[in-house]
């Protein structure tokens, strides 16, 4: 495979979605006009139309976050976009992968059905929470170069990739295996309206996310460090009691 990554190549005249009105002769091309040299599936489709919408741009990872979403709802035989929390999903990088994702299932940080695993990686486990089903899913190594294959016209490898991984099958694009989580699920979602006070710094603890330590309760920055450093408070009562 290539150094260098491809999905992250930049067209020269990047897609960014704004009304026509908002920057006169010079407008952004739209969502139909990005796509007019491919013919993806009309779910694929709504569901690239709200991933550009929410992120100003579409790109190949968007794509594939797209296209992840709705495989994994097919193999868990769950409609989407959701309306409940059924789906929850594991994303292993942040960034335009991740907003595909949500564009096409549903999950998201403020539902806290979406939660990153920074791994780095182009990949999601996407999990029935009533039955506990599990589907890790993760671009093919082949799946750039097979991209032209379905976008011969592309100027670019990067609009091959663009426009192929929207209309290629599913087990050309991705692979996909059936796991079993090793993080407690419940756990991880707690429940809600639950809370504590931190006997460290004094602060709201949610999520049952304290740690006990004597059978006192601490925040996990008390308990085990946090990732700043207090340089000096701003506003009275910011110190921590």
């Known amino acids: 495979m290539p150094s260098k990554d491809c999905h992250h190549e930049v067209e020269p005249a990047c897609a960014l979605y704004a009304p026509a009105a908002s920057v006169g002769i010079h407008r952004a091309r739209t969502f139909e006009e990005e796509a007019h040299q491919v013919i993806a599936s009309p779910q694929i489709q709504a569901a690239l139309h709200q991933a ?14 797209v296209r992840m979403g709705l495989l994994a709802a097919e193999l868990l035989h769950l409609d989407v976009p959701q309306s409940d929390k059924r789906i929850y999903t594991f994303v292993e990088t942040d960034g335009c992968f991740a907003d595909g994702i949500a564009a096409a299932t549903g999950c ?7 939660r990153l695993m920074d791994y780095g990686k182009v990949a999601a486990t996407f999990v029935d929470t009533r ?4 589907f890790r899913i993760w671009p093919s190594q082949q799946c750039r170069d097979r991209a032209a294959q379905y976008a011969p016209s592309a100027p670019n490898r990067w609009r091959a990739q ?4 929207q209309v290629m099958p599913a087990a050309e694009l991705l692979c996909v295996s059936a796991v079993e989580l090793t993080v407690n699920l419940a756990a991880l979602i707690g429940k809600p309206g639950v809370r504590t006070t931190c006997s460290g710094c004094g602060e709201e603890i949610l999520n049952q996310r304290e740690i006990l330590r004597d059978g006192v309760p601490l925040c996990r920055a008390c308990a085990d460090g946090s990732y700043v450093r207090i340089q000096r408070s701003l506003f009275p009562g910011s110190d921590p009691t």
Request: proline content about 3%; charged content about 15%; overall charge positive.
């Open 52 to 65: 550009a919408a929410s992120h100003k741009h579409l790109c190949p990872r968007q794509v594939l976050g």
């Open 131 to 134: 039955t506990g089903d599990a």
């Open 162 to 165: 663009l426009d192929g991984y």
């Open 108 to 114: 998201a940080l403020g539902h806290r059905t979406l």
